[in-house]
């Protein structure tokens, strides 16, 4: 006991001298403050003579406290290919300053080698969102790089990811960072980092950083020996003017040259930025492409870091899109677009018969048959679109999805003899894809313009979602139809997910531990006839992958489901996809019936799955 004991206080008094430290190199007050506050309650013990609750409240609080700085303290943020991404507060496993100078001077001399001896020196563009001190981590960034000699270009204002991704691309920066946590809660902040210019010269030229350059860079940030060691300019930097935000406008309204001005402009469009950057800049590419009618939910149109009217600032999630569903459903719009925080994303909901249910009780949008589109819908009818411009300008090219999307891209790509890829997740692998015409991964991103921006873009892609609603309009149809039409092409595609979230990170090695030792025999009724352990990586029909922790399950009747671990939650996540036969002919009732099979199948499916996978506890 005694040992336990000295165990115990050896590792308190570690853990102070660490807090100490990090709060001596703290440039930032408020993050200063805040761990000091935390030491001294954590060291707190209840005073002599006092006993009862009031003893006991001392005690948990000064618990609460220590597991609160032990966290804080149990490492440094990890900078990997998805950057920076953390809650804010102090110490070196949060977001901060002190994190934030350190990654700068880790990524600046990680330029600084692989351009060592080149002239002129590195470019870097600088920009940042909206969210709780995304400005002042933008400072933090363009002061340290501009110390050490290197040009940095500041965007003017909050601004989206994807201005980020088109100004790399426009001043040929060797890189480009985003201060952002994209669809993070509003406690989040983030560091997106992109390569371009002359240190990545090849097809990923302006997309995120991938190994082994995360690898290099997190290696250079770990040699960083303190805050204060860092130098910072107090200026010397620029700050681009809003003519950068002019030509991303222009770029991104031109991706639908010509077309039905009537027809735009009849099209009535819902629109939410969910408190992010990209309300008024969406509203006015949109216009510029000939859609004028955009209506703007009102609580939700300006930035605010705080995010209130939702619980979760993410288009996917429940609940998020309400306010804009009761917009289109109260004005008879058209269409609803929701953006991301950082409007790299992008939802569609649009009016579908399937969906209606006879009001009984109190009308609402979706009784009235109002439904989000999921991802591999939306990336199905881009995919589409981006196919048939591409046959009609005789282009060659490839449709790109990730290993988790739908299989439909594919079969859209070989109907138009262009080629397809399946990448591992993210638009840093994607938007590699050689000849890219059109990317999409089902989490809501796509890339249609991977000229100008090579990465997800929430508000060019609603520009040509706009298009083709109102293309589809002059003919009396809608999405929902040309969705139809693909089935009666290839087949139903219908997906879905199986998700579980892990208090006990342990778990999520066991439970894919588990499902490579043991995998199901069948799926939703058929035999599974092929299992790939992706951790081994690919070389097959579907497209060579490097190693990544996944396993991809097919069955005879061509049902398909991947497992992954989540790359930016502690969840382990299945994708589920069934594709029901649909005759060329097929009709309504005939369709109806291939949604109602394919409802089922994954329903199934999902249930198997869950049992495989041990998840009902999870």
């Known amino acids: 006991m005694g040992t336990d004991r000295s165990d115990d206080r050896d590792d308190w008094d570690r853990l102070v001298a660490q807090v100490e430290a990090w709060v001596a190199d703290d440039p930032d007050p408020v ?47 990890q900078f990997g290919t998805a950057g920076l991404r953390g809650e804010l507060g102090g110490g070196p496993h949060r977001m901060n300053r002190s ?123 770990a040699r960083v020996p303190s805050v204060a060691s860092v130098p910072r300019a107090s200026s010397g930097w620029t700050v681009l003017g809003e003519d950068v935000v002019e030509e991303y406008a222009r770029t991104a309204a031109g991706v639908v040259p010509g077309g039905d001005a009537d027809a735009r402009a009849r099209l009535k469009v819902v629109l939410t930025p969910l408190h992010g950057v990209g309300g008024a800049l969406a509203r006015d590419v949109l216009a ?77 949008p979706q009784a009235d048959g109002w439904r989000m589109l999921t991802g591999d819908e939306v990336g199905a009818l881009l995919g589409a679109d981006a196919a048939a411009r591409a046959r009609t300008a005789g282009a060659d090219g490839a449709l790109a999805c990730s290993i988790v999307s739908s299989r439909l891209l594919a079969a859209i790509a070989a109907d138009a003899g262009l080629r397809s890829a399946a990448t591992l997740t993210g638009f840093k692998w994607i938007s590699r894809v050689e000849g890219l015409v059109f990317g999409y991964e089902e989490a ?59 208090s006990d990170l342990s778990r999520i090695g066991a439970t894919m531990t588990a499902l490579r030792e043991a995998p199901p025999a069948h799926l939703a009724g058929s035999p599974v006839v092929e299992v790939v352990d992706l951790s081994a990586g690919t070389d097959d029909d579907r497209g060579g992958l490097p190693p990544t922790d996944g396993m991809r399950l097919l069955t005879a009747d061509g049902t398909r489901v991947v497992v992954r671990p989540s790359g930016t939650e502690p969840k382990v ?38 049992t495989a996978l041990g998840l009902s506890d999870a």
């Open 31 to 77: 993050t200063a403050d805040e761990l000091s506050g935390l030491l001294r309650v954590a060291g707190d013990a209840p005073a002599p003579g006092l006993s009862g609750p009031e003893a006991d409240l001392v005690r948990s609080q000064a618990a609460t406290a220590r597991a609160d700085l032990a966290d804080r303290f149990s490492g440094l943020l």
């Open 99 to 221: 994190v934030v100078i350190r990654a700068a001077s880790g990524l600046a001399d990680f330029l600084l080698g692989e351009l060592e001896g080149a002239s002129p020196a590195p470019r870097v563009v600088v920009g940042y969102d909206a969210r709780h001190n995304s400005h002042r981590f933008a400072l933090d960034t363009a002061e340290v790089m501009t110390a050490v000699g290197i040009d940095v270009l500041l965007l003017p204002r909050p601004l989206p990811t994807p201005v980020v991704a088109y100004a790399v691309r426009r001043f040929g920066a060797d890189a480009g960072v985003m201060v952002t946590a994209s669809h993070n809660p509003p406690r989040d902040n983030g560091y997106k980092v992109y390569l371009g210019g002359r240190v990545v010269t090849d097809g990923g030229q302006g997309a995120q950083i991938v190994p082994p350059a995360d690898g290099a860079i997190a290696a250079a940030i």
């Open 288 to 364: 510029r492409a000939g859609f004028p009618d955009v209506m703007l939910v009102p609580e939700q149109a300006e930035p605010d870091p705080d995010f209130p009217t939702v619980s979760f600032p993410n288009p996917e999630e429940p609940g998020a899109t309400d306010l804009a569903l009761a917009l289109a459903w109260a004005t008879r719009a058209d269409l609803v677009v929701a953006l991301d925080p950082d409007a790299d994303r992008c939802a569609v909901a649009v009016v579908d018969p399937r969906s209606h249910v006879p009001a009984r009780g109190p009308e609402t």
């Open 444 to 502: 809501l991103g796509y890339c249609v313009d991977p000229a100008h921006v090579r990465d997800k873009d929430g508000i060019s892609a609603a520009v040509r979602v706009c298009d083709l609603a109102s293309r589809l309009a002059t003919e009396g149809r809608t999405l929902v139809d040309a969705l139809d039409d693909l089935a009666r092409a290839h087949g139903l595609h219908a997906t879905g997910q199986v998700s579980a979230r892990f």
């Open 573 to 610: 996540k299945a994708y589920l996809e069934v594709i029901v036969p649909v005759a060329t002919d097929a009709d309504r009732p005939a369709l109806d019936a291939a949604h109602r099979t394919a409802r089922r199948r994954l329903d199934h499916l999902a249930g198997d799955v869950r």
